[in-house]
């Protein structure tokens, strides 16, 4: 956040350099042109108000590498791969999604990839998603349970593009191809589910009252018990 508030200072700084730089040569025109009536006068002015736009000119450029070069350290884009807790290969085709944990895209070719079109990932996980396409291009698009898209990016046969993503919210998320691409677009989906590990679920309790039960309170118990699991079953 304090990076992109830089980035941000920095665009501001350069657009207030170049503005007040406009103005000054807009000045420098306006009085030059004004004050010389002979037509010699004007040809004087012409070349220093050239000499002036010239040393503008390198001057703001300077001004402009140095902003660039010295911005370049603040970009908040690198170290990605350092950050990633596990990477899978995506493919894109004509109309699904196969995906596989690991970087096989980048070793298997196209045909030989084997993938699924549903996938866990843990809570709090860094994914990195290594996209490819298999025939046309396609576009990867991930969209939370409110239907939000949160990231996305091209699918392309003959390269692959990255795509990171921090899970922080459990949930199950979508994936939706966000390019047409033939008559079934629209059914290339894929899941991917964002849940805690079962020992995280809170254990309910089933209170067992302190008289003996009846065998009509045992099946009863035992209804109850196969309902909350039903109901887990559901969450997950
Ligand atoms: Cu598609």
Known sequence: ME???????????VGWVTAV????????LYILFSTSHKK????????????VRRKYFWGLTAVMAIGFLSSMAFLPYGNQDDKTDVTYSVLAFQWGWKIAEGDKLLTESVDEFRGANKIDVIPGQFVKFIVGAKDVTHSFGIYNEAGDMVAQVQAMPGYT???YYHFTEPGVYKVLCMEYCGI?????IATINVQGP?????????????????????EFKIDVVEAENNDLQGQL
């Open 3 to 13: 990076q992109f508030t830089i980035l941000l200072a920095l665009q501001n700084t």
């Open 21 to 28: 730089g406009v103005i000054a040569v807009l000045i420098v």
């Open 40 to 51: 010699e006068d004007k040809e004087v002015a012409k070349a220093k108000v050239y000499k």
């Open 161 to 163: 593009n990255d795509l």
């Open 184 to 188: 079934a677009h629209a059914m290339m």
């Open 198 to 218: 079962l020992n995280d679920v809170e254990e309910t309790k089933v209170e067992t009252p302190s008289e003996e039960l009846s065998e009509e309170n045992e």
